[in-house]
């Protein structure tokens, strides 16, 4: 079964050249373009793609806003959301992230790293750059940190608090089951119990809460 894309930048040029790029693979499909955050909303109600490519700086409604709309539940099941900027510390970015945004792309990122991108949101998992989502999370989060609801972080197990961290640190679940010494389905457990008890849609949102809330802090090694 092909993979359901939504192009959606304000440059036509860009739009092209990413359908150029993707329609060239069996396993995707490019359901659609649109050319700003209103019409991706419209045109993601009519095609229900799978994954959306959403430019973060757009006319009319922002990629922060259309992300938000586009995860917040007016679409069952709500499509993964791939930011794809320029810039690597952009606010808007951050922003998206928070909002439901899955990942995030350079836009001068390779052909290869796209693909994989899409692949591994398609798949329910985040995409996560340790060189890049992490220092702009780092960034971000220092200059506010909204409080997260009293006691809700104590409902984690001592051993869940553990993962937490790792995997704002970046790990992957295979990184972390070595680094604990259990399976990586013991891991994947874990990981599920912490986006319940704390109403996480994925890692990334794992991670942002994690800086927030002082879980991990900027500069501490892994």
Do not use: C, W
């Amino acid at each position: 079964m092909s993979i359901r894309l939504l192009i959606v930048d304000d440059q036509e040029l860009v739009r092209i050249g990413l359908r150029l790029i993707l329609e060239a693979l069996d396993d995707f499909e490019v359901v659609g373009e649109a050319a700003d955050g209103q019409e991706a909303l419209a045109r993601a109600e009519e095609l229900r793609p799978d994954v959306v490519l959403l430019d973060i700086r757009m006319p009319r409604m922002d990629g922060v806003e259309t992300t938000a709309r586009l995860t917040g539940g007016g679409l069952t099941p709500p499509p993964r959301v791939l930011i794809l900027t320029t810039f690597d510390l952009d606010e808007y970015v951050f922003g998206a992230l928070r909002a439901g945004a899955a990942g995030f792309l350079l836009k001068d990122s390779s052909r290869e790293r796209l693909i994989e991108a899409i692949r591994v949101l398609h798949a329910g998992d985040a995409l996560l750059s340790p060189s890049i989502t992490r220092r702009l999370v780092e960034t971000f989060t220092a200059r506010t940190r909204p409080p997260t609801p009293p006691g809700l972080l104590d409902e984690l197990t001592p051993r869940e608090r553990e993962v937490l961290v790792l995997v704002a640190r970046g790990l992957s679940n295979t990184e972390i089951a070595e680094r604990l010494v259990v399976t990586e389905a013991t891991v994947k457990s874990h990981v599920g119990a912490i986006f319940t008890k704390l109403g996480l849609r994925d890692r990334v949102q794992a991670v942002v809460l994690a800086y927030e809330n002082g879980v991990v802090a900027a500069g501490e090694p892994a």
